[in-house]
C-alpha cells in the first residue's frame, strides 16, 4: 500500500520562499512520474511541476523560473522548492505519483495512481 506525506507549507511574505517534501512509504523509483499539484478555493487542481524516472522536469508557466522540482531516491522523497512566492501562488499543494505495469502480452496495462493528504501554502502580500 503506498501512502504520500507532504510537509513544510506554511504562510511567507510575498517574495520569500519555501521547500516541500513528499515522503513515500517505499521507494519511488517504482513510480514512472511524481508531481506537485495546487488547487486554491473555488477553481480545479492544476499540476505545478513534475518529475520523470530519469530525472526529467517540467513546470507550469507560472512558476517557471521560481519552482524547481527534485527527487531524492535514497530518501524516497521529492521535494519542491518555491521562490520569490506570490500571493497568487497560495494554495493547497499536493503530491501525486504515477506507474503503469503490463505483467504480461496479454495482459491489461494498469494505471496505479496516488495522492498525499496536501499542504497549505499561504502567501500574503
Known amino acids: 500500500q503506498v501512502q504520500l506525506a507532504e510537509s513544510g507549507g506554511g504562510l511567507v511574505q510575498a517574495g520569500g520562499s519555501l521547500r516541500l517534501s513528499c515522503v513515500a512509504s517505499?521507494?519511488?523509483?517504482?513510480?514512472?512520474?511524481m508531481g506537485w499539484y495546487r488547487q486554491a478555493p473555488g477553481t480545479q487542481r492544476e499540476l505545478v511541476a513534475g518529475i520523470t524516472r530519469g530525472g526529467i522536469t517540467n513546470y507550469e508557466d507560472s512558476v517557471k523560473g521560481r519552482f524547481t522540482m527534485s527527487r531524492d531516491n535514497a530518501k524516497n522523497t521529492v521535494y519542491l522548492q518555491m521562490n520569490s512566492l506570490k500571493p497568487e501562488d497560495t494554495a493547497v499543494y499536493y503530491c501525486?505519483?504515477?506507474?503503469?505495469?503490463?505483467?504480461?502480452?496479454?495482459?491489461?496495462?494498469?494505471?496505479?495512481?496516488?495522492w498525499g493528504q496536501g499542504t497549505q501554502v499561504t502567501v500574503s502580500s
Open positions: 517505499g521507494s519511488i523509483f517504482r513510480f514512472d512520474d
Open positions: 501525486n505519483a504515477k506507474r503503469s505495469s503490463r505483467p504480461c502480452i496479454e495482459c491489461k496495462t494498469i494505471e496505479s495512481e496516488y
